[in-house]
C-alpha cells in the first residue's frame, strides 16, 4: 500500500503454485492445512520481492510489476544447482539480500526428515540468477548439532560480527551466537531455562537510550544518603525501601528499580558501599571499574576481542616480543573491545592493561 492505504501489488499464492508443492511432512491434520507459511519478505536491489514459504523450503522471487514467479530456490520445485551444499534448506526463516550481493537465510533443519537428523544453520549463497545456480559461501553451525522447530534468524555481516538466532531449538536453552567470519565464537547466550525469540539483531550501538535512574552520595545533618533522583512514581532499593532517598546504615552493595512503560522496570547501576566513614568519597560509584580481562579466539586469525569482567576505562596496549608497542587504544565504559589484527605479523604478542599483561598468538 502507499502512505494513502491504496493497495498498489496484490500477489496470491493460489495463482501461482499448485498445492503439491507443500512438503508432505506438513500434511499431518486435514482439519487444518497451512500450505505455505509465509514468514519473510525482502525486497531485492532490483526491486523485486523475496519471498520464504516455510512449508514449501522455498525462497521464491516475484516481480514487483507483473506478479509473475521469476525465479524457485529449494523445495519441491527448485530450479536451481545447489554448490556446496546437497542438503540446501528445510523450514527457514529470515531471507535477506546483503551488502555484498549474496542472499541469507536461517536453515532450521529439521529434526524427522533423516538421520541423526538435518542440522540447523546460517547460510550465505551467491545466486547466479541466469543460469541458476546457488553456491553456498558461507555458513556456521552451532556445536552440538541442533535443529529448530519453529521461529530463528540469520544476520549475516562479512568481515564483522554474524547473529545466529536459533528460535525455537532442540537445545531449549540456546538463544543466539555471535561468530566472526573464521567461525569463531564471540558472543553466545544460553540460558539455565527454556526462552525462545523469533529474531535476535546485532547493533554496533544501542539505537535507544535507556535513561537508568542514576544513584548519587550526599551528607546531610550528620547522615549519608543514597539518592535515587527525582520525577519517578515510584521507587523499589534492593534493600526493600520505597523512596526517593535511603540512609546509609550498612556495609552493601545498592541498586534501585523505577517503572518505565507498561509494567516495565529499569534498574539503576550497582552502588557499592564498603566504607560507612566516608561512604560518598573513596566507594566506588558505579559498576564502572577496572576489572580482568580474556582474550579470544587464541591464536587469532583476524579479530581480536578482548572482554572485561565489568564496564570499565583505560588505555590497552598490544606489543611484541620486543617489547615494541604496536597498538594502543584508550577505552572508556566498555565491556568488550574488538581489534583488527589482519596487519600483525604471525607470531607472538602481549596485551597491557592496568598492570596486567596476557599473550596471545597471530596465526
Known amino acids: 500500500m502507499d502512505e494513502n ?6 500477489w496470491h499464492a493460489k495463482d501461482h503454485y499448485d498445492f503439491e508443492d507443500i512438503d508432505i511432512s506438513f500434511c499431518n491434520n486435514p482439519n487444518t492445512v497451512d500450505w505455505t507459511h509465509y514468514n519473510a519478505i525482502e525486497m531485492d536491489v532490483d526491486s523485486n520481492l523475496l519471498v520464504s ?8 522471487k516475484i516481480n514487483r510489476v507483473t506478479g509473475a514467479i521469476m525465479w524457485r530456490l529449494g523445495g519441491n520445485a527448485n530450479q536451481f544447482n545447489f554448490i556446496n551444499d546437497p542438503e540446501m534448506f528445510k523450514r527457514q526463516h529470515d531471507i535477506r539480500k546483503i551488502s555484498n550481493g549474496n542472499y541469507t537465510l536461517f536453515d532450521n533443519g529439521d529434526g524427522n526428515s533423516s538421520t541423526p537428523y538435518h542440522t540447523a544453520k546460517g547460510k550465505e549463497y551467491q545466486l547466479n540468477e ?3 545456480t546457488a553456491e553456498l559461501i558461507w555458513s556456521y553451525e552451532n556445536s552440538p548439532a541442533s535443529y529448530s522447530t519453529a521461529m530463528g534468524s540469520f544476520g549475516r555481516k562479512p568481515g564483522g560480527v554474524s547473529i545466529v538466532g536459533y528460535g525455537m531449538n532442540s537445545n531449549d536453552d540456546m538463544l543466539f551466537t555471535a561468530v566472526d567470519d573464521a567461525g569463531m565464537i564471540a558472543l553466545e547466550i544460553e540460558f539455565d531455562d527454556v526462552l525462545w525469540s523469533y529474531r535476535s539483531f546485532h547493533y554496533d550501538s544501542l539505537p535507544w537510550n535507556l535513561n537508568r535512574p542514576v544513584i548519587t552520595c550526599n551528607f546531610n545533618n550528620g547522615q549519608y544518603y543514597l539518592d535515587a533522583g527525582a520525577g519517578y512514581a515510584s521507587y523499589l532499593w534492593s534493600d526493600g525501601s520505597t523512596s526517593q532517598t535511603i540512609p546509609l546504615t550498612t556495609i552493601d552493595t545498592f541498586s534501585v528499580f523505577i517503572p518505565k512503560g507498561d509494567g516495565g522496570f529499569l534498574r539503576s547501576e550497582k552502588f557499592i558501599v564498603d566504607n560507612l566513614l566516608d561512604p560518598c568519597g573513596t566507594v566506588s560509584l558505579s559498576e564502572l571499574v577496572i576489572s580482568d580481562f580474556s582474550l579470544f579466539p587464541n591464536p587469532v586469525p583476524n579479530f581480536l576481542n578482548i572482554e572485561f569482567e565489568k564496564l570499565t576505562s583505560g588505555s590497552i596496549k598490544i606489543a611484541d616480543v620486543t617489547g615494541k608497542v604496536i597498538f594502543q587504544k584508550e577505552i572508556e565504559n566498555t565491556s568488550k573491545v574488538v581489534i583488527a589484527a589482519n596487519s600483525f605479523a604471525s607470531g607472538l604478542y602481549f596485551v597491557h592493561y592496568a598492570g596486567k599483561v596476557k599473550k596471545f598468538m597471530k596465526m
Do not use: A, G, P
Not at 5 to 10: A, D, G, Q, T, Y
Not at 53 to 60: D, G, L, M, P, Q
Open 130 to 132: 541466469s543460469s541458476l
Open 5 to 10: 492505504k491504496n493497495v498498489i501489488f496484490e
Open 53 to 60: 514459504s516455510r512449508h514449501f523450503n522455498e525462497i521464491t
